[in-house]
């Protein structure tokens, strides 16, 4: 009946011009969600699936090949695709170039306008894809550009564009693009290349001009560099190889070409000191670039990968990650790379003297003091998840070096990028190299994340430390040396040496200790050459207790406070009171009721 009257009210109702336009309203909005909720799912059904589209299939083979062969690196992603050498630093997607001004002993801090890389446009192309990678390892920033030429569906109607450029490392002045296109079509592929000293971008700021030197030709572009605050200008000259403005590629063909650039800068200068200067780097400039165009350019890469490779002989590895705030391996190797990009190796100038590289392999052999404080490998602003500009990696690269600094590292920092990598992975776990051993200080409160520090140098060896966790959880430290010259004798033992040291072997199996940990605390290991140092050791510590580390933490973290649980039981008692005050009052006190009822 209820609902019959209020259904013969509802014209009446509908007959407002308000209730209408509510309807209406109500109705339009409806409709909005039902749109914007099919469009939402659509995308998230779309957002798992595989890429669609010739290029992008190209892309997805072309970049799986990439990294079977050995990426080693960063893959496709947010990160900045950069190549440095300390001298120089290209940021690659962008195609700029940093320098370092002659002398200054710092990192490239200066950005220059000059288009550093070959850039190609595809002419009648149907759709593009790319990506980038870091090879870490190689030291070098590798591009893929698939182009779909043809109106088929498949990866070969796709022409391939590859590209590698590095900054290299042994050579500080020269800096290599390798290109290759791939045309498996039918179809002749032509792409439009714009040279960097021949780019409409320079204008006035750079002049430029074609060297011809023992049948060799090539540009050379001049340009200055304005300093912020200063009267002073950096000049920088530029030689690179001259590239046709026109790449055409014949079906089923490839075609190959590495332009290779040499760059020198001048020291802050007057600007009447202009025409000297400019031309004393000129002449080094040609003199360098012919050295190189004599070479072979396989040759040159393979001097500057190798150079990476003797870098990357130390190094972190993160095995096994517990927490949320804990870098991963992916962060921990890109700082790495980016940090060493914008550093200098002294030790590789060939002009540098035999005492200054004596002093310099001396820190980087046996570091002492360096690293005392507590571990980096939580300190986020040295191991940052993203970086998204040149300008925050030197900002990265002088708070490591200010940090290494003033914890000790003085002489690793000096080293230049060979000191660093070793202060960076020292670091990280907290080793510490003192007057007659180097110890292990970790906090024994983070030991339940698992990782490997390796190409740790001491003297002329080299030692691998990891922290491993076994089937139960509970830590364990494992070490193995790499003997580089004649076998020296090592030895090692665990927080408070209190049994006797163990020497370390070149054993494959490596050798494991147990994580102790003592009151006060004191360093988890300690490795030396000196048998007597490590046996006398134990009787300086004062220590008054040694404890497994699973006894550690659970005092550590006992559990709740005893005045907890007291509070707990005392609410718990007077609640059942309370209840049986209640229940006395109800059938026992004055007026309480009857438990039976009468029944008269």
Not at 124 to 141: K, N
Not at 278 to 296: D, H, I, N, P, W
Not at 438 to 444: K, S
Not at 511 to 529: A, K
Request: glycine share 8%; proline share 5%.
């Amino acid at each position: 009946m209820w609902l019959q009257q209020r259904l013969k009210g509802l014209p009446g109702l509908l007959s407002s011009s308000w209730a209408r336009r509510l309807l209406l309203l109500l109705a339009l909005l409806l409709v909005a969600y039902w749109y914007l909720g099919a469009a939402r799912a659509r995308r998230g059904a779309g957002r798992g699936a595989e890429p669609r589209g010739a290029a992008a299939l190209c892309l997805q083979a072309a970049t799986g090949a990439w990294r079977a062969a050995g990426g080693g690196g960063g893959g496709p992603g947010p990160g900045l695709a950069l190549a440095g050498n300390g001298f120089l630093l290209l940021d690659v997607a962008a195609g700029r170039l940093w320098v370092s001004a002659a002398g200054s002993g710092g990192g490239p801090a200066l950005a220059t306008e000059y288009p550093a890389l070959v850039r190609l446009r595809a002419l009648g192309g149907r759709g593009e894809a790319r990506a980038a990678l870091a090879a870490l390892r190689d030291g070098a920033v590798r591009r893929v550009r698939c182009v779909q030429t043809g109106p088929g569906a498949g990866a070969g109607d796709c022409v391939t564009v590859r590209e590698e450029v590095v900054a290299h490392r042994s050579r500080p002045h020269l800096y290599l693009q390798r290109i290759r296109i791939a045309n498996p079509t039918e179809r002749v592929a032509a792409f439009e290349a714009s040279a960097p000293a021949s780019a409409p971008s320079l204008g006035a700021r750079f002049a430029t001009s074609l060297e011809k030197v023992e049948e060799r030709q090539f540009l050379l572009s001049s340009g200055r560099l304005l300093l912020a605050g200063s009267p002073k200008v950096v000049l920088m000259v530029v030689a690179a190889k001259k590239l046709v403005s026109r790449v055409q590629v014949a079906p089923k063909s490839h075609f190959d070409e590495t332009v290779l650039s040499v760059v020198y800068t001048s020291e802050p200068i007057e600007v009447s000191r202009l025409e000297e200067t400019f031309s004393k780097l000129r002449e080094s400039a040609k003199k360098e670039m012919l050295e190189v165009m004599q070479m072979g350019v396989e040759d040159l890469f393979q001097e500057h990968q190798q150079t990476w490779s003797d870098l990357f002989i130390s190094g972190v590895e993160m095995r096994k990650i517990t927490d949320s705030h804990t870098p991963s391996s992916e962060t921990v190797n890109m700082t790495l790379y980016y940090v060493l990009s914008s550093m200098p190796a002294p030790l590789l100038d060939p002009l540098i003297s035999g005492e200054d590289r004596e002093k310099m392999e001396a820190s980087l052999n046996y570091a002492d003091h360096c690293f005392s404080g507590h571990a980096t490998m939580h300190a986020e602003n040295l191991w940052p998840a993203k970086l998204t500009s040149v300008t925050q990696i030197l900002q990265l690269s002088d708070l490591w070096k200010l940090t290494l600094q003033k914890r000790g590292c003085k002489g690793l920092v000096a080293a230049g990028v060979h000191g660093l990598m070793q202060g960076m992975v020292l670091s990280f776990g907290g080793l510490q190299f003192t007057e007659n051993h180097l110890q292990f200080q970790a906090d024994p409160d983070v030991l339940h994340n698992s990782y490997s520090l390796r190409g740790i140098h001491y003297n002329k060896d080299l030692i691998n430390l990891a922290v491993l966790l076994d089937a139960e959880g509970k830590p364990f430290l494992h070490v193995s040396v790499k003997f580089q010259d004649k076998p020296v004798r090592l030895y090692a033992c665990e927080a408070g040496c209190m049994n006797e040291p163990v020497e370390l072997t070149s054993e494959a199996r490596g050798h494991t200790f147990p994580v102790m940990v003592t009151q006060p605390i004191t360093p988890l290991l300690y490795i030396s050459t000196d048998l007597i140092h490590l046996q006398d050791l134990r009787h300086t510590l004062h220590l008054k207790a040694i404890l497994a580390h699973e006894e550690h933490m659970a005092k550590q973290y006992p559990g709740l406070p005893f005045l907890f649980w007291f509070s707990v039981a005392s609410l718990i008692t007077l609640f059942h009171l309370f209840l049986f005050k209640l229940i006395y009052n109800e059938y026992c006190g004055p007026g309480a009721k009857p438990l039976f009822r009468s029944k008269v």
